[in-house]
């Protein structure tokens, strides 16, 4: 089995949630035979945000031109991003809720897979057509406040477009979902909260595992 896990956030573990979550599931999967583990840190990798580059990039190959240094820097970003998506079969994303969404260089990955002819493209009728459907994702999420609630679960637009995108858009199997949630809100219960979670993290860990030894 091919794991892929994408770490979108730069903060130190001992401050940021889902940091200590990406450890807890890279130290936890780690240790499980017949699983190839590559990690793709949206913050350490160069990755430029989409624009005209790359369009201008791709009108110029269909030209068989050269791109400029810029728009080959983006094309090999694009691209890269792409060959680790397929190569996986399971995809693990551990991220915050950065201001109501997910941080941007998350998104630049995603804006990356996000391609028709890749993850999805349309019939005659203009039907969507998921073309990686048996891909199965893991969310690994934190946000200090509670939006669990139905007066606030609408505002999150980081675990809601993570469900849309990927569950909905390219009808990939959520396999698994922690959210940390609540332990800024609620200091005096942020140590359970926190540790309780990360139980949670194990769990997913160790699910994996057991597919490892009998794949289903």
Known sequence: MNLLIVKA????SDIAISSKMYDVFFDEVSKIEHLNIKTYDVFEEDTPYLGQ???TGFEKIERHELPSQEEKRLLDAKQKAMD???????????????????????????DYIFSAGFTFSYDEDGNMIQLMPDKKIILLNA????????????MDMAINYMRAAF???FGMEII??????????TPDKADQIINEGLEQ????????????????
């Open 176 to 185: 698994d979902e922690v959210i940390i949630e609540g332990h800024n809100a």
């Open 201 to 216: 993290v194990k769990a997913v860990a160790q699910k994996l595992a057991n597919d490892c030894v009998d794949p289903k």
């Open 9 to 12: 956030n730069d903060r130190p």
């Open 167 to 169: 569950g909905g858009v």
């Open 84 to 110: 680790l998506f397929t190569e996986a079969d399971v995809v693990a994303f551990a991220f915050p809720l950065w201001n109501l969404t997910i941080p941007a260089k998350l998104q630049t990955f995603i």
């Open 53 to 55: 580059d790359l369009f």
């Open 143 to 154: 946000r200090g406040g509670i939006y669990s609630t139905p007066d606030t679960s609408s």
